[in-house]
């Protein structure tokens, strides 16, 4: 027994650490790992073992091992906040935000002046749709040492909360700070297009592009600038250059409304020929209208028959008569300070900035419960088709974003599509009740918009006729529009997008 005991709490030797801290401080991160490996077979409960192990493993992106390793470290020391960082890290590369929340709390509590603790708690909360946490965090890493990184961080948080003014100041901060700050530089073109100001937009991003030519984001900004001048075959060059996110689809896009019909099909084949699954709703539309356009077999098998696959349904909680779960979401609607996003396609009207429901308001985010449990409801609908709309549909029931519409008389939405969507949707609040025409209010949907090029126009529509409390799901590769009122009252919608699987930044409108 006493031969065991001392075992456990054997150390090794400098001599022996030596040719491992060499080779892990050189970079020989896989023969650190060996090494480390090796003697920590000999000294079970050596803490610098597990935590030398731990930082070669994260080196090489092992991210399970290396939360392992710290974990087994911290078992042993517990109070170390440079490991409980580390191992916030790890678990969030593994994506166990929860887990990497609690690490990151644990290092502020040892050591409260821990500024990247702080800062690394704030993205973790922002990742998880904790924007008012996040953004405390983030100011709270600011008021203990202000750098770039720190005010570009809250920036991206007071930009998805839609406080577009707070986040410019902070983007312009970190430029201040930090002028070779790309990131920073794109971030502030976008809130100043979201803002409207598009000159200034523009220039922030060949600001960013100065930088960094490769920068796939501002690249991606400057093609989206240039399709939406109509200047399609710039645009290209753009887009092909960002290789980022719906490149490929908005590169064709653009050759479809220069009429390179030629230049579009060759692509358009090579895709479906070489994509196994057909899962890009932008592609969809394209494919779809061009099939429509020239009487061809649509190749493209997302959804060829998008109106098969519209859903309404009333949600009883605001449909009820004098539901309070309806005026608490009008309430916040009319009080709450949010700002309000240039968006062109509305007339009379204006449409909130930032993403709905990760504001903090409860009203906004109980809606978005209920909007997710309308996605499974959707899929189980039409469960067994075949077509990648619901073979693929998304696992995480994530929103790209959510924004509220009020249009005034005369007011409506054009034709349009959310390119980066996969279910679109939106729930009515307030609808127009004094009506010449029974479908003025109503949501439009079809296969022909956005001023593509027309051969004929034999490009069908279908309409919904919602009411108050009704949610309506569609695929986002269909067209859809407002029909105009003309009475004089409001019509007010919260919209949405589901999020396809992967990281996606761009919002449309209803």
Same mark, same amino acid.
């Given at each position: 027994?006493?031969?065991?005991?001392?075992?456990?709490?054997?150390?090794?030797?400098?001599?022996?650490?030596?040719?491992?801290?060499?080779?892990?401080?050189?970079?020989?991160?896989?023969?650190?790992?060996?090494?480390?490996?090796?003697?920590?077979?000999?000294?079970?409960?050596?803490?610098?073992?597990?935590?030398?192990?731990?930082?070669?493993?994260?080196?090489?992106?092992?991210?399970?091992?290396?939360?392992?390793?710290?974990?087994?470290?911290?078992?042993?020391?517990?109070?170390?906040?440079?490991?409980?960082?580390?191992?916030?890290?790890?678990?969030?590369?593994?994506?166990?935000?929860?887990?990497?929340?609690?690490?990151?709390?644990?290092?502020?509590?040892?050591?409260?002046?821990?500024?990247?603790?702080?800062?690394?708690?704030?993205?973790?909360?922002?990742?998880?749709?904790?924007?008012?946490?996040?953004?405390?965090?983030?100011?709270?890493?600011?008021?203990?040492?202000?750098?770039?990184?720190?005010?570009?961080?809250?920036?991206?948080?007071?930009?998805?909360?839609? %406080? *577009? !003014? /707070?986040?410019?100041?902070?983007? @312009?901060?970190?430029?201040?700070? +930090?002028?070779?700050?790309?990131?920073? #530089?794109?971030?502030?073109?976008?809130?100043?297009?979201?803002?409207?100001?598009?000159?200034?937009?523009?220039?922030?991003?060949?600001?960013?592009?100065?930088?960094?030519?490769?920068?796939?984001?501002?690249?991606?900004?400057?093609?989206?600038?240039?399709?939406?001048?109509?200047?399609?075959?710039?645009?290209?060059?753009?887009?092909?250059?960002?290789?980022?996110?719906?490149?490929?689809?908005?590169?064709?896009?653009?050759?479809?409304?220069?009429?390179?019909?030629?230049?579009?099909?060759? %692509? *358009? !084949? /090579?895709?479906?020929?070489?994509? @196994?699954?057909?899962?890009?709703? +932008?592609?969809?539309?394209?494919?779809? #209208?061009?099939?429509?356009?020239?009487?061809?077999?649509?190749?493209?098998?997302?959804?060829?028959?998008?109106?098969?696959?519209?859903?309404?349904?009333?949600?009883?909680?605001?449909?009820?008569?004098?539901?309070?779960?309806?005026?608490?979401?009008?309430?916040?609607?009319?009080?709450?300070?949010?700002?309000?996003?240039?968006?062109?396609?509305?007339?009379?009207?204006?449409?909130?900035?930032?993403?709905?429901?990760?504001?903090?308001?409860?009203?906004?985010?109980?809606?978005?419960?209920?909007?997710?449990? /309308?996605?499974?409801?959707?899929?189980?609908?039409?469960?067994?088709?075949?077509?990648?709309?619901?073979?693929?549909?998304?696992?995480?029931?994530?929103?790209?974003?959510?924004?509220?519409?009020?249009?005034?008389?005369?007011?409506?939405?054009?034709?349009?599509?959310?390119?980066?969507?996969?279910?679109?949707?939106?729930?009515?609040?307030?609808?127009?009740?004094?009506?010449?025409?029974?479908?003025?209010?109503?949501?439009?949907?079809?296969?022909?918009?956005?001023?593509?090029?027309?051969?004929?126009?034999?490009?069908?529509?279908?309409?919904?006729?919602?009411?108050?409390?009704?949610?309506?799901?569609?695929?986002?590769?269909?067209?859809?529009?407002?029909?105009?009122?003309?009475?004089?009252?409001?019509?007010?919608?919260?919209?949405?997008?589901?999020?396809?699987?992967?990281?996606?930044?761009?919002?449309?409108?209803?």
């Amino acid at each position: 027994m006493a031969k065991q005991a001392q075992a456990s709490t054997q150390q090794p030797s400098q001599q022996e650490m030596q040719p491992v801290l060499t080779l892990l401080n050189t970079g020989k991160l896989a023969e650190a790992e060996s090494a480390a490996k090796k003697l920590v077979t000999r000294y079970p409960n050596a803490f610098i073992l597990h935590h030398v192990l731990g930082l070669a493993q994260d080196g090489l992106t092992k991210f399970s091992d290396a939360a392992a390793s710290y974990t087994k470290a911290l078992n042993i020391q517990p109070n170390t906040p440079d490991l409980q960082f580390n191992l916030g890290i790890a678990l969030t590369n593994i994506g166990q935000l929860e887990a990497a929340e609690k690490s990151y709390r644990k290092a502020i509590a040892l050591q409260p002046q821990f500024f990247e603790a702080h800062g690394n708690l704030g993205t973790i909360l922002q990742k998880q749709g904790k924007l008012e946490q996040a953004i405390e965090s983030y100011r709270n890493a600011l008021a203990i040492n202000e750098d770039p990184r720190g005010h570009f961080n809250l920036g991206t948080a007071l930009r998805d909360e839609g %406080k *577009l !003014d /707070e986040a410019i100041s902070h983007f @312009k901060h970190a430029i201040k700070l +930090f002028p070779n700050y790309a990131d920073a #530089h794109n971030y502030l073109g976008e809130c100043l297009r979201d803002q409207g100001n598009m000159e200034e937009a523009i220039k922030s991003y060949l600001d960013t592009l100065q930088l960094n030519p490769s920068h796939a984001g501002a690249n991606y900004n400057m093609g989206e600038f240039l399709y939406l001048a109509k200047r399609f075959i710039e645009a290209v060059t753009y887009f092909e250059q960002s290789q980022l996110d719906d490149w490929q689809e908005r590169s064709l896009y653009c050759l479809y409304k220069a009429e390179r019909f030629d230049d579009f099909k060759i %692509k *358009l !084949d /090579e895709i479906v020929r070489t994509h @196994k699954k057909h899962n890009a709703p +932008f592609l969809a539309t394209l494919s779809t #209208h061009y099939a429509t356009n020239f009487g061809v077999e649509d190749s493209y098998n997302f959804c060829k028959n998008g109106f098969d696959y519209v859903y309404q349904n009333s949600l009883q909680e605001l449909a009820e008569p004098n539901s309070q779960f309806l005026k608490d979401l009008l309430n916040d609607i009319n009080n709450t300070a949010i700002e309000v996003r240039a968006q062109g396609m509305i007339i009379n009207g204006k449409q909130s900035a930032g993403n709905l429901f990760k504001r903090p308001e409860a009203s906004f985010r109980k809606l978005g419960e209920l909007v997710k449990q /309308e996605f499974l409801n959707y899929k189980n609908r039409f469960a067994g088709a075949d077509c990648e709309l619901i073979k693929s549909f998304p696992n995480a029931l994530e929103f790209t974003s959510s924004w509220y519409v009020r249009l005034r008389r005369g007011g409506y939405v054009d034709r349009h599509i959310h390119e980066v969507g996969w279910i679109s949707g939106a729930v009515y609040l307030v609808l127009p009740t004094e009506k010449k025409d029974p479908t003025e209010g109503c949501f439009e949907y079809g296969l022909h918009g956005d001023n593509y090029p027309q051969k004929h126009s034999n490009f069908p529509v279908g309409i919904a006729s919602p009411n108050v409390g009704d949610i309506v799901l569609f695929p986002s590769s269909l067209f859809h529009r407002t029909i105009p009122f003309n009475s004089n009252e409001e019509r007010i919608c919260i919209a949405f997008d589901l999020k396809p699987d992967g990281d996606i930044f761009i919002r449309s409108s209803y």
